[in-house]
């Protein structure tokens, strides 16, 4: 009997000894894809400690997903080495709790025009390319910038990188930079001033002095539509206008790798929001009906930086600010 009993602890050692050392192995890995490097060696035993319980629980979630459970996978991607709180501090999106709207501003379907059953303007060209916000909280100067380039590119046929920099740096006025901002209000300050490109005014990733030059303006926008409360009205306007900028909570995300994003449990209040993104298509897949959206996450993430969300049920408060600029 204590044989056996010493023989099964030794299993059980060499069991979790082996398991350590594939944990180490693709930590080195994860290190390596995304550049991570650590102040001493106390700070990298934690980050460790932090990536295996991480990895644990992306494991625990596709097993479900394996099991029927789960309608997406999720993986290893820069988010890896942080805590949830810490990967909470960067989604910044601050909600405007009264919208600066009139009825001319407000979404109305075109007389005569419907939506069709599914559309992806990336296949139109219209849809600039995935970008990286990195440690910033700037999801809300990605949106409305990559809302911006699809709004010129819908108009010129070709599409433009413009600058997100410039407005974490000249928006200060009632945005926050790299702690945060909000959408509808600061499209004015685009209407008026317009944007640079982002090879003039490239991303830093951090908050920085204005340079604004109003020589090298690309283009500015000459109003802007704002609506919510309706997921029918959100496909419209996509459908029949283009990519739209929504603010939705993003808490579930973190690990998010493939198939359609479905999570009971993410709120749906406004107080809940906490990123900003862009809507830039719909579908279904299996009778499943899905938002195509676009991140600032860089390609690492999802799939190739862009997540598919579940349709029809306002996910993540998806309806609470919807809003896209014209040109």
Known sequence: MKGFILASFLVVAVSASSLFQQDGAKFQAFKLQHGKTYKNQAEEASRFAIFRDN????ESHNARFEQGLETY??????????????????????YANKPNFNDNSK?????????????????????????????????WAFALVGSTESALALKTGNVTSLSEQQLI????????????????????????NGLESEADYPYQGEDGNCTYDSSKVVTKITSYVYFNGSEEVLKEAV?????????I??????????????ESGCPQDSASLDHAVLVIGYGSEDGSDYWIIKNSWGTAWGESGFIRFARGVNQCGI?????????
């Open 55 to 58: 990895l644990r629980s992306i």
């Open 73 to 94: 996978t999720q993986g290893i991607n820069q988010f890896a080495d942080m805590t949830d709180a810490e990967f909470k501090a960067m989604l910044a999106l601050q």
């Open 107 to 139: 979404f109305q379907l075109p007389e005569g025009a419907s939506a069709p059953d599914s559309i992806d303007w990336r296949e139109k060209n219209v849809v600039g390319p995935i970008k990286n916000q990195a440690s910033c909280g700037s999801c």
């Open 169 to 192: 740096d000249c928006t200060t006025d009632i945005n926050f930079g790299c702690s945060g901002g909000m959408l509808e209000p600061t499209f004015p300050y685009i209407q008026q």
């Open 239 to 247: 459908g029949t206008a283009g990519p739209v900028v929504v603010g």
């Open 249 to 262: 909570d993003a808490d579930y995300m973190k690990y998010y790798s493939n198939g359609i994003f479905t």
């Open 319 to 327: 309806i609470t600010e919807n809003t896209y600029p014209i040109i």
